[in-house]
């Protein structure tokens, strides 16, 4: 089935260590993105990207970081730099072609830093 | 700048009645698409409904339809008939389009928290 896959499901990490969030689509889709959601609040963009080999920051890229050298694959790093990491992220991806409209999202990753 | 306003942080329903979820929203572009998604104590995000700017008629989906008042920059989500399993956040997004890069994402609000009751 074609799906967009976010692993781990959950992840702690200690105070001060890089980690990496995984997200992989087989919809064939261009345009992936990452979200950060905070308890009860809404979604907020950290990067995008619309093609292989180039990516844009969204409202909250600080302490964050991406690549995207493969169409399926795009994985964001936490850095420690990232004052308040701990929250719950969304990999998403789109065709934003002609009559298609929607955005895929992962399941998410419920980060932990302690 | 684009935006979204859910002003309804929760709403409270008995089952089997309508819904509607408020959602406005602030843009100076002729070209805009709204959406609505649903996202259940799991976390994931089902997507619900979709209208588009110079759509004629209101979009509808099974119980779901999209109450669209463009002069007031309004796009309610309406649950008809609500279930138990409705009980989740609602979320309205708008697809933003940068002109000069030709990039889309969207804009989410800020959510509702709809519970059915018994």
């Known amino acids: 089935d074609g799906g967009i896959t976010q692993s781990p499901k959950y992840l702690f990490r200690k105070e001060g260590q890089n980690v990496t969030l995984s997200c992989e689509q087989n919809?064939?889709?261009?345009?992936m993105y990452w979200y950060r959601q905070d308890p009860g609040q809404g979604l907020r963009l950290i990067y995008y990207s619309q093609i292989v080999n180039d990516f844009q920051k969204g409202d909250i890229a600080e302490g964050y970081s991406v690549s995207r050298e493969k169409k399926e694959s795009f994985p964001l790093t936490v850095t420690s730099a990232q004052k308040n990491p701990t929250a719950f992220y969304l990999c998403?991806?789109?065709?934003?072609?002609?009559?298609?409209?929607?955005?895929?999202f992962g399941p998410g990753t419920r980060l932990t830093v302690t | 700048a684009q935006k979204i306003t859910q002003t309804q942080p929760g709403m409270f329903v008995q089952e089997k009645e309508a819904v509607t979820l408020d959602c406005t929203y602030d843009t100076s572009d002729p070209s805009y698409g709204l959406f609505w998604y649903k996202q259940p104590s799991s976390g994931e995000m089902i997507f619900l409904i979709y209208q588009g700017s110079y759509d004629q008629q209101n979009a509808t989906e099974g119980r779901y339809s999209l109450n669209f008042q463009k002069a007031r920059k309004s796009a309610n989500l309406v649950i008809s008939a609500s279930q138990l399993g409705d009980s989740a956040m609602y979320f309205c997004?708008?697809?933003?389009?940068?002109?000069?890069?030709?990039?889309?994402?969207?804009?989410f609000g800020q959510g509702t928290r709809l519970t059915i009751n018994p």
């Open positions: 919809l064939n889709h261009d345009a």
């Open positions: 997004a708008m697809r933003e389009v940068n002109r000069g890069t030709g990039a889309q994402k969207l804009v």
């Open positions: 998403a991806s789109s065709n934003w072609a002609e009559g298609v409209y929607e955005q895929y």
